[in-house]
Each structure stands twice: as structure tokens, then as C-alpha cells.
């Protein structure tokens, strides 16, 4: 019998892509997605959906059992921006879901678990260029400190109870099937919209901000490689740096401005730019490419013209 997988969080912005691209990898039966809502039309309609909260112990160890499930990925969790207003809730929501998958692991009922992490374990005593792997990690952000904290209790659980958990630190994600909600790198979606819609936007983030981030296809092509390397190769089990690109607002206005010369930018920084300056403006990520052999192939103008063109084809703008 093929084995199965649980995606919970499938309706979000990593969720919606990875469930797509795993169901046409194992088949579509095989990928059960879940949310607490429902999701584009394309996902719901492939495959199987479930509704369930990521936080409820037994809902996903119900699905766990009644699907036969073999692996998961637990993509739910409330990203920087909101989790400073909502912080209890930000905390409870990433750190209960995270045991419960990690716990399912421990006895034995899946076999295998992917959790996201992120640069927001880094903070501002962390060196901001060339981020290594093992530095400070002083997060600032309640964001931050679960998807650290996460990051121990993946690596303990690993250590402790032989879990096969694996992580990435995912830089700024863009991506034109469903919006990002709630994060301090949204700017770098929200400009290819308003640029098609609108001719101009006003970035939350100063012009010389610069961060880590990743085309949507880099991102699952990396995450889909690090769950099929064989286990041995998985030499961290925290959570592996990985990157592509950097690029500042001013920069990426300009990428742009190649395609749309009559875009205009301007600057009106809110309470994410203190978010934005605790964060890396680089990675090193040597031991993902050396370890499991990851490699990006999106650069900001390969980046730009398919998030134009998607955008352009998914929204009928
Ligand atoms: N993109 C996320 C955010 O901005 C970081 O992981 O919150």
C-alpha cells in the first residue's frame, strides 16, 4: 500500500503549493490536506480534505488513524506580524501543534514529520551577513522564539526518542497561488499585486531593508528533496539554513520596474521594520547544499517574471 501523508495548514501559502506538488509526486489519494477553513477550489477538489484544528490532539490523531497516515507536514502556525499582536495565542497555536505531531511521532503512529522553521530564530545580536548555521540565536519576536524553541524540542525529540523530524529555516516566501497572511516579508508579495492592479504600492519596510527570501518552487522543490534524503544524510535535526536570494524594497521595485517601467514605490514603515532589523539580510547555507545537496534556481528576474505572469494568469489582472 502507497504511503500517505498529512498536510495540516494545507490551505495557507506553503500548504496550498506542497499539498498540489506532493499529490502529483504520490498520487492524489494519497496527500490528505487539512485546514481549520477551506481552501482554493483546485486543492479541496484533488484530492482528500479535511477540516481540522491543528491544535486539537485527538482531530489529528484521528485523521492519523483513519487515513493510515505515514507522514506529516505540519505547515499551520501564526506568522511574525500577527503573533506580535496575538502573542499567547501566537505561542499556544505554533508550540501545542508542533508537540502533538512530534508526540504522534514519539509513539510510533507516523513515521516521518516535516516542521517549517524560519530566520526569525535569529535576532539582533545574530551576525546579519552570511548567517551561519550555529550562531547566536537571541529571537525578539514571539514568532521567533516558538519557531526556536520549536527548533530544540525537534532536534530533543530526534535525540531522545529517535523522531524522524526534519526542518528548514525558510527565508521570505513568494508566491502567487494563495496570499501569505501575517508576515513581515508579505511586502514582496503585496508589490507584484498592487504593481498589475494598481501601478504603485507603499512598502511597510524601508528601502535599504534587506532579507533573505525564495520563489515559491524553490522552497518546495527544497522541502520535498529533504524529506526524501535518506535519514543518514540528515545530519541536523534542529532546523537547516536555506536560501536563494536577497534583496532590499528598493531593489525589487526595480526588478519590476524592467517589466513595468511606470511603477512607482514609496516608503511608509509601520512596526514591522523593528521585526524586519532583528533579522539576517543573508544565509549561509552550506550544510543544506552539502548535506542533502540543495541548490535555488529562482533569481530575482526569474523570480519577477513568473510571479508577473501567475499573477497575471491565477487573478485575471
Ligand atoms: N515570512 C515569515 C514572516 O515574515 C518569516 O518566516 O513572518
Same mark, same amino acid.
Given at each position: 500500500?502507497?504511503s500517505?501523508?498529512?498536510?495540516?495548514?494545507?490551505?495557507?501559502q506553503i500548504g496550498?503549493?506542497?499539498?498540489?506538488?506532493?499529490?502529483?509526486?504520490?498520487?492524489?489519494?494519497?496527500v490528505?490536506?487539512?485546514?481549520?477553513?477551506?481552501?482554493?477550489?483546485?486543492?479541496?477538489?484533488?484530492?482528500?480534505?479535511?477540516?481540522?484544528?491543528a491544535?486539537n490532539?485527538?482531530?489529528?490523531?484521528?485523521?492519523?488513524?483513519?487515513y493510515?497516515?505515514?507522514?506529516?507536514?505540519?505547515?499551520?502556525?501564526?506568522?511574525?506580524?500577527?503573533?506580535?499582536?496575538?502573542?499567547?495565542k501566537g505561542?499556544?497555536?505554533?508550540?501545542?501543534?508542533?508537540?502533538?505531531?512530534l508526540?504522534?511521532?514519539k509513539?510510533?503512529k507516523?513515521?516521518?514529520?516535516?516542521?517549517?522553521?524560519?530566520i +526569525?530564530?535569529?535576532?539582533?545580536?545574530?551576525?546579519?551577513?552570511?548567517?551561519? &548555521?550555529?550562531? /547566536?540565536? !537571541?529571537?525578539?519576536?514571539? =514568532?521567533?522564539i516558538?519557531?526556536?524553541?520549536?527548533?530544540?524540542?525537534?532536534?530533543?525529540?530526534?535525540?531522545?526518542?529517535?523522531?524522524?523530524?526534519?526542518s528548514?529555516?525558510y527565508?521570505?516566501?513568494?508566491?502567487?497561488?494563495?496570499?501569505?497572511?501575517?508576515g513581515?516579508?508579505d511586502?514582496?508579495?503585496?508589490?507584484?499585486?498592487?504593481?498589475l492592479?494598481?501601478?504603485?504600492?507603499?512598502?511597510f519596510?524601508?528601502?535599504?531593508?534587506?532579507?533573505?527570501?525564495?520563489?515559491?518552487?524553490?522552497?518546495?522543490?527544497?522541502?520535498?528533496?529533504?524529506?526524501?534524503a535518506?535519514?543518514?544524510?540528515?545530519?541536523?535535526?534542529?532546523?537547516y539554513?536555506?536560501? +536563494?536570494?536577497?534583496?532590499?524594497?528598493?531593489t525589487?521595485?526595480?526588478?519590476? &520596474?524592467?517589466? /513595468?517601467? !511606470?511603477f512607482?514605490?514609496? =516608503?511608509?514603515?509601520?512596526?514591522r521594520q523593528?521585526?524586519?532589523?532583528?533579522?539576517p539580510?543573508?544565509i549561509?547555507?552550506?550544510?543544506?547544499?552539502?548535506?542533502?545537496?540543495w541548490?535555488h534556481?529562482?533569481?530575482?528576474?526569474?523570480m519577477?517574471?513568473?510571479m508577473l505572469?501567475?499573477?497575471?494568469?491565477?487573478?485575471?489582472?
Open positions: 500500500m502507497a500517505k501523508i498529512l498536510i495540516i495548514g494545507a490551505c495557507g496550498t503549493e506542497l499539498t498540489m506538488a506532493l499529490r502529483a509526486k504520490r498520487g492524489n489519494e494519497n490528505i490536506a487539512c485546514d481549520i477553513r477551506e481552501g482554493n477550489k483546485e486543492l479541496m477538489a484533488s484530492g482528500p480534505f479535511e477540516i481540522a484544528d491544535t490532539y485527538h482531530q489529528i490523531e484521528d485523521l492519523v488513524i483513519q493510515e497516515i505515514d507522514e506529516v507536514y505540519l505547515m499551520a502556525a501564526m506568522l511574525s506580524a500577527t503573533a506580535e499582536k496575538f502573542p499567547m505561542w499556544a497555536l505554533n508550540m501545542d501543534s508542533l508537540f502533538h505531531v508526540n504522534l511521532a509513539e510510533g507516523v513515521n516521518k514529520v516535516f516542521w517549517p522553521s524560519s +526569525a530564530v535569529f535576532g539582533p545580536t545574530t551576525p546579519k551577513h552570511d548567517t551561519p &548555521q550555529t550562531t /547566536i540565536m !537571541e529571537p525578539s519576536t514571539v =514568532y521567533g516558538s519557531k526556536q524553541a520549536g527548533e530544540r524540542w525537534c532536534e530533543y525529540y530526534h535525540k531522545k526518542y529517535g523522531v524522524d523530524v526534519r528548514i529555516r527565508p521570505g516566501l513568494i508566491s502567487y497561488k494563495t496570499l501569505p497572511g501575517g513581515t516579508t511586502y514582496a508579495v503585496e508589490i507584484y499585486h498592487e504593481a492592479k494598481n501601478g504603485k504600492y507603499t512598502s519596510l524601508k528601502e535599504d531593508t534587506e532579507l533573505p527570501m525564495m520563489f515559491m518552487d524553490d522552497a518546495i522543490r527544497a522541502t520535498i528533496s529533504l524529506m526524501d535518506p535519514s543518514d544524510k540528515v545530519k541536523i535535526r534542529s532546523s539554513n536555506l536560501s +536563494a536570494l536577497n534583496f532590499t524594497p528598493k525589487l521595485a526595480e526588478a519590476i &520596474q524592467k517589466h /513595468i517601467p !511606470e512607482e514605490i514609496s =516608503y511608509d514603515p509601520d512596526f523593528a521585526i524586519a532589523d532583528s533579522w539580510s543573508s549561509d547555507d552550506s550544510r543544506a547544499r552539502e548535506d542533502w545537496g541548490k534556481e529562482f533569481d530575482l528576474e526569474k519577477t517574471s513568473g505572469e501567475g499573477i497575471k494568469e491565477v487573478h485575471h489582472v
